[in-house]
């Protein structure tokens, strides 16, 4: 861990701080807000604590995304949603080591998802079968993208779903 970190952003002819309290909490995203900004670059300031220090990721979000209409969700459903949304963020690092699994994969694929599909029957699967599931997981990404969009400045208003593989007991299975 650093032993300390700032944000600075180009002015034009150098690089300024910009004034916000900055955490330093292990195994966890340091979420740093501050007032609005206009600049071209941002760059990141880190004092060495007790040994060598590095940057694992950089998340910068502009308040509302260019073209986005931020998240709206019934007023009913903002509180559970949050909590839901907070839940997850909080647990998946804390007992797996990871963050969530399924948005961790989406970020690695640059916005796309890969799946490979368990049938887990002795039922034979037809071609046709097959076109429906994938559909059916590309139509459940769009219903989670339609919501996502905005929310928490999350990047991708679509996501294609591409079924890789497919996990049969025999593979006479696959028809």
Partial sequence: MPASWRLQRWTG???????????????????????????????????????????????????????????????????????????VENTYPNLYGFRNYGWDQIMANGGSINYCVRWDTGASVTAAQRDQIHATLARQFKKWMDLMAGHDNWPYSTVPVKVVGWAVRDRAQLQ
Avoid: C, K
């Fill in 13 to 87: 002819s150098a690089y300024a701080d910009i004034p916000a309290t900055y955490p330093t909490a292990v195994n966890a995203y340091n979420q740093v807000g501050f007032s609005q900004i206009s600049t071209t670059r941002l760059r990141i300031v880190m004092q060495s604590g007790q040994g060598s220090v590095g940057l694992l990721e950089v998340r910068a979000f502009v308040a509302d995304p260019p073209g986005g209409t931020g998240w709206s969700p019934p007023a009913t459903l903002v509180s559970p949603l949050t909590q839901v949304w907070q839940h």
